[in-house]
């Protein structure tokens, strides 16, 4: 099934984050990056598509 998802950076403070898009390998294989975000300030968002082996990482930076 496939989600649309949207990540904002909803808080005021400085701090940033970055939301990375990665895809599993073949069979279970090992994953790659294949795009990153970057939210530097709040309000900013990002709309992103989400599968069985395409998901997303969120961090601070």
Same mark, same amino acid.
């Given at each position: #099934? !496939?989600? =649309?998802?949207? @990540?904002?950076? %909803? +808080?005021? =403070?400085?701090?940033? *984050?970055?939301?990375? *898009?990665? &895809?599993?390998?073949?069979?279970?294989?090992? %994953?790659? #990056?294949? !795009? &990153?975000?970057?939210?530097?300030?709040? !309000? =900013? #968002? @990002?709309?992103?598509? $989400?599968?069985? +082996?395409?998901?997303?990482? $969120?961090?601070? *930076?």
């Amino acid at each position: #099934m !496939t989600k =649309s998802i949207r @990540v904002e950076n %909803a +808080d005021n =403070s400085n701090h940033k *984050v970055v939301v990375q *898009v990665w &895809e599993r390998g073949p069979e279970g294989g090992h %994953a790659k #990056m294949l !795009t &990153e975000h970057r939210l530097d300030y709040p !309000t =900013s #968002m @990002v709309e992103k598509t $989400i599968w069985k +082996d395409h998901f997303l990482v $969120i961090k601070e *930076v």
